[in-house]
């Protein structure tokens, strides 16, 4: 009877055992789980608390270091993206400043040459007007030339007319 008593009550030990180990690893396991669809679902602010001393405490401490450094990574993406949008922000303002820079020279560009062509038109005129004026004054030069003729003709009949009138008296 002894043995049967001491091999059953070794059997209830070990049942015990099992059972206390499967519960004890079921639960880790259950918990690790549970982190696990957590951080996989996006969820990185649950706290992870890896109790114990066991494999399960172990892979739930460094699951919690995992998540801490995903998180870390996370804020500096997004900081980068801040920035990234920022910048964007800005390049965009200057180049809507530089558009508008560049319109405003174009119609600067485009006044600058209507007055060049007005200027163009106005030494056109002028060029035509000194042409005029110069076949003016030649042909002035001409007709004071012919008069100037005309008055030696006259002042050579009236000296003939008077030679002639001396000769008579």
């Known amino acids: 009877w002894l043995t049967l008593v001491v091999t059953l009550l070794g059997l209830l030990l070990a049942g015990y ?8 690893m079921s639960g880790g396991f259950k918990i690790l ?6 951080i996989s679902m996006g ?5 992870i608390n890896g109790k114990g001393r066991d494999e399960v ?12 450094a995903l998180s870390t990574t996370i804020q500096q993406v997004h900081a980068a993206s801040d920035t990234v949008v ?9 180049t809507q400043d530089l ?21 163009t038109s106005t030494v056109q005129m002028t060029a035509e007007s000194v042409k005029k004026a110069s076949q003016i004054a030649i042909d ?16 050579l009949t009236m000296e003939r007319i008077q030679s002639s009138s001396q000769k008579i008296s």
């Open 17 to 24: 055992l099992f059972m206390g180990f499967y519960c004890a």
């Open 99 to 119: 558009s508008s820079r560049t319109e405003a020279a174009a119609a600067a560009l485009e006044q600058s040459s209507a007055a060049l062509e007005q200027t």
């Open 33 to 38: 789980r549970r982190n696990l669809l957590s």
């Open 86 to 94: 920022q910048s964007s922000i800005e390049i965009a303002q200057g």
């Open 57 to 68: 405490a172990g892979l739930l401490k460094e699951l919690g270091n995992m998540q801490l």
């Open 140 to 155: 002035n030069a001409g007709t004071a030339s012919r008069g100037g003729q005309v008055m030696h003709d006259v002042v």
């Open 43 to 47: 969820d990185l602010r649950t706290p």
